[in-house]
């Protein structure tokens, strides 16, 4: 996508900040120079900033002055009298008389965020209005001081409050919001000193991880897609397969043909064999059942428009600025909306598997963890709110609950007698903790990998295997079924050569809860995205399983989805 106006690195590279004859004048008579001009100095050494550089300095009332004529707000003053505190005064968008090379990559930066978000919250006319100057008559904007010394200040605000949203986020408490990742606290005077650094040479500095920059590039995809009529609306009709004609395919090309999945546009009426390749990729890009057809899920997929789309990239591009500018090159990864565990080893996924998540009422919290141990055949020490919502009413109408499900009950470590506890007087706050034995039975199946947090979240198997068939798998009280707990045990062990293929089978088969280390322990992230793009560059989209998104929604945009 284009800005408003490209600005060339190459205009920077060679623009005399004033003529040299009346450099030259400044600097003998510069005791007779107003106080708000700025005067060329020696070269100083920052333990801020790197190298010695020739820069142009100002009086502190060049900023009194400054913010009368353009109020900022009290966090930005602060910021940037920081800034300028610490360079002594020294400009920093500007070098031995030249604009560096920074300000075109910024500016670019800036122009290309306005569009892509529409957020018209951090246009600057007064910016706009110099820049265009330089590029109309560069002699004439140098010819007055005021110029150079409102586009140095304009730049340096306009680029704290560009931080502070872009790096810092919209949403300033993502608890808020369910999210309990922990943020670093980002310092925007270091990432500005690096920005206009001697050694940048113009790259822009973009403190967000690679999730964020891919699914950036795919805004832009669909900002243009937009532009230009957004995607057809396809009417909802019979289902439709290989082989078959129907007028309604034209409509379905041309999506399919705009958001990628379709190579070559098929002005036909004929479901052709490309035509199945690319809604089975659709289908795949949209988390639902890869069978080719044009099925009633796939056409309600088809039919949300590229503005509901755009929105919900919007509401992930947030939630990326919540995550680690840098990962771990190893960690587990649980997407939510996705219903699946990545491995990801050396920054690449490597594999993944199904997984089942929390139900809407029971939700799967959203947090970082360190997997630390394995439990072969663990017991189910039954969560207290389980026990009086479930368990306890099941005793009651059956005293032979327990015994059926391979249950038994504590008080405190001792096992007791249940058939001597009146029931009915514990429904609730009752002292006696109730687990199930391990076998094949038992709910949390015959592993469980545990990572300690505040949430009793961990992972583990399952003896109901039937629920992994289905596409949209929210049925647990919170924590994660895994659909291939040994493929999972055996590569969090691979390096432990005391646990081999054939011991992990045979401790499995004895019944005998078993404890393993694993060393090194591993990141888990539990997260919750709607719109990613994945390793092989494919835009995806989930359904907003907690109703997350239209939280965001309302404090981005005043609404909700249509």
Known sequence: MQPFYILKKEMFKKINLIPGFILIFFIAVGCQISKSKMLVTRSYKSNALSGEMMRFSFDSSVLSSFYKTYPVSDSIKKEVNEFYRRRYNHTAWFKQGNLIQAVPAFYNQLLNYTLDFEDSSLNNVHLDSLIKFIQTDEQKFYSQTSNYQQLELLLTTSYFAYAKKVYGGFIKNPSNHDWFIPRKVRNYQILLDSLVSDNNNGKTIEPLNEYYFRLSKKLRIYRNIQKNGGFPVIVPIRQLKNGELDSTLLLVKQYLF?????????HTLLFTDALTTAIKNFQKRMGISENGVLDINTLAQLNISVEVRIKQMLVNMERLRWMPEEMESNYLLINIPDFKLNIV??????????V???KVVTQTNIFKGSLSRIVLNPYWVIPTSIIQNEIVPQIISDTSYLIKNNMEVLLGNKIVNPAAINW???IVNSPYTIRQ???ITNALGKIKFLFPNS??????DTPVKGVFAESKRDFSHGCIRVAEPKKLALYLLRNNTAWSFKKLENTLETDIETGIRVSPSIPVYIVYFTSWVDNSEQLNFRNDLYNLDKKILIEFFGEQPR
């Open 345 to 354: 080893e050396n920054n690449k996924k490597i594999w993944s598997m199904d």
């Open 437 to 439: 034995k391990p076998g």
């Open 455 to 460: 949430y009793s979240i961990y992972l583990h």
């Open 356 to 358: 089942v998540v929390g």
């Open 258 to 266: 705009l958001s990628g999945d379709l190579k070559e546009n098929e």
């Open 424 to 426: 009915e007087d514990y």
